[in-house]
């Protein structure tokens, strides 16, 4: 007799919390234990705050602390740590859904979970809208039409790089831009490129900024910022 | 006196009627009007058949023919006079609901209504579940983790650009497969990352297919189908 619970990585979208799925909303109020990363500093987790108008009362919780260095990463023993922990929920029958923010594998740590347990429970992996088509949509700017390519880039890669794979496409997303900030607007502004950049900060949430790169004066951004570039002629009419 | 109707572009999922949106559903229940594309050779509307269980009766509908042409795209004639259709409607008072299956703004036929009515018509994009991450979820297998680069490709490119491509990214989606399949297989045959690559036909439907990318024999794809390819390194433990 099968009595073990099921896995769940649930994509809770990229903030407002009526960008759930109804299929992570459904499985979230069946799910008896629910599982989010938050900051090891004591700050609130991000997946739960968007899910929170979905979560009914009674559930087990299970805060994921994990610590965020910039240029580093959680160490796998993190990982190991929790893994078991859900793994016992798991073993008891009971249902463990992990809420993650954006998509849960589009740069999402559910993967090190997915990694830890897949092979010996039932998993089901629910996606989700992830930040960049949530950026591009408030930001009123398409992505890529017909045979463009486009190309999802993590600002903390090198000046080089970035310059060279920014021309190398037709329409590029800059991730986890944060103390990379200035160095990105420097890449773009030696390229030619700040001129129609678009800086997208905590996207479909109440204080959301939208604005010209050009016109950001900070010297960095938050995690949750986005940029994204369009060659002149990927803009279709 | 504002009397005019709102535009909304609402990205309806890959094709679970489960993966739309809260935002999704609750516009589709408020909007007068519903419009989506359809082939012009009469087959069903992939947009309106996800989003219909969730279509309450008694909507004025708008079936936005688009001639689907191999290596071609509708003419500009055609959205010029559905824009124009729509256009009646919102200038009456009614909002508009265009369908768009994934998300409006990546590879989506909304950006030329986009194009022509948002600067005339208050205009709201609400971003879908992307077929890529879809795609992904139902292989089991994560896109991209940390500092890695990914890259959508669409299958009609040529082959070098192709190959060059693939081997310059960590994860690769290749889109719009169809009659590319045996040229995509090629290329990665010729590189070396044939094994590994996953099909993916119709993702999170009844009648999905997944399988490795070395044991589909068609020769052809459906236009609904996709590659999913990630470096050996990508693959995070």
């Known amino acids: 007799m099968e009595t073990r619970g099921k896995l769940f990585g649930l994509g809770v979208g990229p903030g407002d919390p009526e960008l759930l ?23 609130d987790s991000m997946a739960r705050a968007i899910a929170a108008p979905h979560i009914p009362p009674g559930k087990i919780e299970i805060v ?69 088509v949530a950026c591009a949509a408030r930001a009123g700017q398409p992505l890529v039409s017909r045979n463009q390519v486009m190309s999802i880039l993590p600002a903390p890669l090198d000046e080089d790089e970035l310059r060279q794979r920014i021309q190398a496409a037709d329409a ?37 900024r939208v604005m010209p790169l050009a016109d950001v004066e900070d010297a960095t951004a938050p995690y949750f910022s986005m940029i994204l570039v369009r060659t002149p002629e990927a803009v279709d009419a």
Chains 1, 2 share one sequence.
């Open 64 to 132: 994921i602390e994990t610590p965020m260095i910039p240029g580093n990463f959680p160490a796998d023993t993190v990982y190991d740590r929790y893994a078991a922990e859900i793994a016992e929920h798991l073993s008891a029958g009971r249902d463990v859904a992990v809420l993650c923010e954006g998509d849960p594998f589009l740069y999402g740590s559910f993967m090190y979970l997915y990694s830890r347990l897949s092979a010996t429970f039932e998993t089901d992996v629910v996606p989700g809208v992830s930040s960049i």
């Open 21 to 43: 799925t109804l299929k992570a909303v459904r499985l979230i109020a069946e799910s008896p234990v629910l599982a989010y990363p938050a900051p090891a500093d004591g700050t």
């Open 172 to 208: 590029v997303a800059i991730m986890k831009v944060g103390r990379h900030l200035a160095k990105v607007r420097r890449v773009l502004k030696d390229i030619g490129r700040l001129t129609g950049a678009v800086y997208i900060e905590r996207a479909t949430l109440a204080d959301e």
